[in-house]
C-alpha cells in the first residue's frame, strides 16, 4: 500500500489498526460466499458493508453482528441473483477492496449533476407532470429513483443541461424548476409538497447513496405516521411482523424482524435503524424459504436502551415503512431503449393515458442507452388491465417494453389506531425464544457473560 507523503508514523499505524480486513471463502458453505468483515467500530459502518453487497445485486441469506468494545466481526453468506456462489473474480476482488478499504467507497458517481429531491402527496400522474416539466424546461434525466408509500411520493432525479450536457449551476433557472416544480407538488388539498435543488460540490456531501436518501427522505415526511385511506381487505398475508423486546440487565433493545425475504431486505433495515442513530452492537439474520428472520440488539448512540413505550412503538413503524417502502406490488415493466429527448415524460405519460399508476420506478442511463424499471397497478392499487399492457407496448414498442414479472398486487388494510400493538402471545413466545437462543450463543462464543 502506497501512503501519502502528508501521513506521519502514528497515523499510518492507525490507519493499519483500523482497516477492515475481509476474508472471502467459498468452501465453508455448500450454498454460498461466506464473506468475513472484522475491523474498529464506528458508526454507520455495517451500512457500508451491507451496502456494497446489495449495490450488486446480491442476496444475504444469513449473517452474524458482533461487536466487542470498539471491535465487530460481521459474517455474510451471500448468492448471486440466481441463488449460486459467487464466482467472478471481478466481483469478488470488488467486494475484497471495497470492504478492506478505509477510505469511504461510493457506489454512484454524481458528478456534473444536478440533484432534484421532491417529496410529498402522491396522485395519479404526478410522475409524468414531474418529468414533463423537467423535459419542457430542457433538463435531461440522468438518473431516478421513485418510491410511493401510503399516499407518499419521495423522488430523487439526477439532471443536466440538455444542451450542453453540464450540470445546471444558473441560479435564476435553478429558481425557476424549483417553482415550476413546487407549484405541480402542491396543486392537491393538503399543499405540503417539498422540492429541493443540490448542485456540486454541495451535491456530493449531501447525497451518497440514493435508495438511503430516498429512506431519510421519507422518514422526514413521516409517512410511517400516514393512515392509507383504502379500506379493503388485504390480498395477503406478508405485511411485516416487527416487535422491540426490552433486554434490561444488558442494556439492550432486541429488534425483531419476521417478513417475506426479498433482495436489499438488511439494507432497508440496517438503514433505517442507524438513520435513527441506533448502535447495532449484534444481530442475527436467517433465510427459510420465501421468509427472512432478523434481530438486532440495538443501543442509542449513549449506551441507552429504548426507553419509553412510544418510542418502541415507534421503532416498530419505522421499521415496519422501511420495509414496506421498496415493497411496492404491481406489474414489472423494463423499458431498455435509446435515450433521447423527453423519453421519461412520452413513457410515463402513455401510462397515464392508460389508467396505470407508477408506484415505483429506477431510471438509469448509460452511454446513450435508457434502461427504466416501473412497477404499475391501475388506478386503484389492483393488477393492470392486460388490455391496456398490451395497448403500450404496440405505442412504445413491445421489443423495447419488457413485462418482466408480475406480482399480485397488496390492496392495504385501514390502519386502525391498534394496528402497531404487540404480536399474539404466541408470536412473542417464538420471539422471546429466539432472543434466549442468541443470546446463548453470545455467552457460547464469550461474547457476553452468561446471566
Not at 475484497?96 to 417529496?119: D, Y
Not at 450540470?167 to 407538488?185: F, G, M, N, P, Y
Not at 422518514?219 to 400516514?226: G, K, M, S, Y
Request: charged share 25%; with cysteine.
Amino acid at each position: 500500500m502506497e501512503w501519502p507523503a502528508y501521513l506521519d508514523e502514528y497515523e499510518k499505524l492507525v490507519i493499519r489498526m483500523n482497516t477492515p480486513r475481509v476474508v472471502i471463502d467459498n468452501a465453508a458453505c455448500p450454498t454460498a460466499t461466506v464473506v468475513k468483515v472484522d475491523s474498529g467500530r464506528k458508526h454507520g459502518v455495517l451500512l457500508e458493508a451491507v451496502q456494497v453487497l446489495t449495490d450488486l445485486n446480491l442476496s444475504i441469506k444469513k449473517g452474524y453482528i458482533s461487536s466487542d468494545g470498539r471491535w465487530f466481526m460481521y459474517v455474510f453468506h451471500v448468492t448471486d441473483q440466481y441463488g449460486c456462489k459467487l464466482t467472478d473474480d471481478n466481483v469478488l476482488s470488488y467486494i475484497e477492496q471495497s470492504l478492506g478499504t478505509w477510505k469511504p467507497t461510493r457506489s454512484q458517481s454524481f458528478e456534473g449533476l444536478t440533484a432534484v429531491e421532491l417529496t410529498g402527496s402522491d396522485r395519479p400522474g404526478l410522475l409524468s407532470e414531474v418529468f414533463a416539466v423537467l423535459a419542457d424546461l430542457e433538463c435531461s434525466v440522468v438518473d431516478a429513483r421513485v418510491w410511493t408509500h401510503k399516499g407518499r411520493i419521495a423522488c430523487v432525479v439526477f439532471i443536466k443541461d440538455e444542451s450542453s450536457g453540464f450540470q445546471i449551476e444558473d441560479a435564476t433557472r435553478i429558481e425557476v424548476i424549483e417553482c415550476r416544480l413546487s407549484h405541480l407538488l402542491n396543486l392537491g388539498e393538503q399543499n405540503d409538497g417539498r422540492v429541493s435543488i443540490i448542485s456540486m460540490p454541495a451535491l456530493e456531501g449531501s447525497i451518497s447513496h440514493a435508495d438511503r436518501r430516498l429512506h431519510q427522505m421519507m422518514f422526514e415526511d413521516f409517512d410511517f405516521n400516514c393512515v392509507d385511506d383504502t379500506e379493503a381487505i388485504a390480498m395477503d398475508t406478508d405485511v411485516p411482523c416487527v416487535s422491540v423486546q426490552d433486554w434490561a440487565e444488558r442494556g439492550y433493545s432486541i429488534v425483531t424482524v419476521q417478513c417475506k425475504d426479498r433482495r436489499k431486505l438488511l439494507f432497508d433495515v440496517v438503514c433505517t435503524l442507524t438513520d435513527m442513530d441506533f448502535v447495532l452492537s449484534h444481530g442475527t439474520l436467517n433465510t427459510e424459504g420465501d421468509q427472512a428472520h432478523e434481530e438486532f440488539y440495538i443501543r442509542h448512540m449513549d449506551g441507552s436502551p429504548i426507553s419509553s413505550e412510544a418510542e418502541r412503538q415507534r421503532v416498530v413503524r419505522c421499521v415496519q415503512a422501511a420495509i414496506e417502502r421498496r415493497g411496492s406490488e404491481g406489474l414489472r415493466l423494463e423499458l431498455c431503449t435509446l435515450d433521447r429527448s423527453g423519453l421519461l415524460s412520452e413513457v410515463t405519460r402513455t401510462f397515464r393515458e392508460n389508467g396505470l399508476l407508477v408506484t415505483r420506478a429506477e431510471v438509469s442511463t448509460k452511454d446513450d442507452m435508457a434502461c427504466n424499471v416501473f412497477y404499475v397497478t391501475d388506478m386503484t392499487g389492483l393488477p393492470a388491465d392486460p388490455r391496456s399492457i398490451e395497448s403500450i407496448q404496440k405505442r412504445i414498442g413491445e421489443s423495447c417494453l419488457i413485462i418482466k414479472e408480475e406480482k399480485t398486487p397488496r390492496v392495504l388494510r385501514k390502519v386502525a389506531s391498534d394496528s402497531f400493538e404487540e404480536p399474539n402471545n404466541g408470536v412473542a413466545a417464538g420471539l422471546l425464544n429466539l432472543g434466549s437462543f442468541f443470546k446463548r450463543n453470545l455467552s457460547s462464543l464469550g461474547l457476553i457473560k452468561s446471566s
